[in-house]
């Protein structure tokens, strides 16, 4: 009988393990996109010049932008992906029906992507988070540093060929920091570029995306 | 007196056990994470439906049902499931997350229409 209660002890718990370990499992999944366009109502992408709302000195990203998605674009998508000029006030505007009908002549089944961009650097200060600990007091020090921040906007229209209609308009904005102050620009454009692509290609072509979900045991 | 031990002895552990009784649902929650760690999506997505039909009180399997459907495009079927999961266990953490971040996504891919 003095064994008795260790024993029953030992059973309530091993029963009560049985059904424990009941937390959730996290899980990186490949989910789809969702296009903003329906399936196929698209068979070719004409990427044209952009506006340049603000161009920095020594870069036109209303050039390198266009060309950069229509070289990633021409990497996922099926169709045929070409460049096109246009002046810069029918990028902006977007122009009338009957320009990007007549641009389009004999691409009926293309859609024109097209818009503006603006790429601007701006000197801020912020809070240093690294301050040593005897420099804590010191009045000479603000604990503020001054950091190199790069904002690209970008207005993006898709127009049909076929009609001269605006299909899609949206607004993206991104910016990175940087603590170097004469950082060149273009590196801020590549990494910029790169988070422009990351939104605007969901939308536009439904590309996937990896989203972080968890799963339930019980 | 051996006896009687060894029949108390049990009792307590079956009733430590049956503070944690198996829901129906639970063999076919537990196959489909194992198909959903495999990445066969669609054997887990039937794994946890079945596990709604047995149980459709069981929160956990409307939760991974609705991951399922976001995992193949079915965005109205997750929202439904998302949405009985959370009348079921409206405080449940991890389902309001994977519910912000469904709803989230949803919002950031449609939301921008001319």
């Known amino acids: 009988m003095r064994g008795f209660f260790p024993s029953a002890l030992a059973a309530a718990l091993l029963a009560g393990t049985a059904c424990g370990s009941g937390g959730p499992v996290g899980v990186s999944l490949n989910m789809p996109g969702i296009a903003v366009l329906p399936p196929g109502s ?36 099926a169709g045929p992906v070409s460049r096109a000029t246009v002046p810069a006030e029918a990028a902006a505007g977007p122009a009338p029906h009957s320009f990007w009908k007549e641009k389009g002549a004999g691409h009926e089944g293309a859609v024109f992507l097209t818009g503006s961009v603006g790429l601007t650097g701006q000197v801020r200060k912020a809070v240093d988070r690294v301050v040593p600990l ?16 790069w904002t690209m906007a970008v207005d993006v229209f898709l127009v049909s060929a076929a009609t001269g209609e605006v299909l899609h308009r949206t607004n993206l904005r991104e910016y990175r920091d940087y603590k ?9 454009f590549s990494a910029l570029s790169d988070l422009i692509r990351a939104r605007l290609f969901p939308a536009l072509l439904g590309t996937s995306t990896i989203e972080r979900r968890a799963l339930l045991r019980r | 007196m051996r006896f009687k031990a060894i029949a108390s002895l049990a009792a307590i552990a079956l009733l430590a056990a049956g503070g944690c009784a ?3 649902a639970s063999g076919f929650l537990a196959a ?32 991974n049902l609705a991951i399922a459907y976001e995992r193949q495009g079915a965005w109205e079927e997750a929202e439904r499931e998302y949405g009985e999961a959370l009348r079921l266990a409206p405080d449940e953490p991890t ?17 921008r229409m001319p």
């Open chain 1, 42 to 77: 698209f068979s070719e992408i004409i990427v044209t010049d952009f506006a340049d709302t603000a161009p920095p000195a020594d870069l036109a990203p209303g050039l390198e932008l266009p060309n950069y998605l229509a070289a990633e674009i021409g990497r996922v998508f």
């Open chain 1, 134 to 149: 005897d420099r804590l007091f010191d009045a000479s020090r603000s604990g503020l540093v001054e950091h190199l921040r």
């Open chain 1, 180 to 188: 170097e102050l004469d950082k060149p620009v273009e590196f801020a």
């Open chain 2, 22 to 24: 198996r829901s129906p």
């Open chain 2, 32 to 63: 489909g994470l194992a198909s959903a760690r495999q990445d066969a999506w669609e054997d887990a997505a039937r794994q946890w439906a079945q596990a709604v039909a047995n149980d459709p009180g069981s929160a956990a399997a409307h939760n």
């Open chain 2, 95 to 111: 389902i309001k997350s994977n519910y912000a971040a469904f709803k989230a996504r949803l919002e950031r891919l449609r939301g």
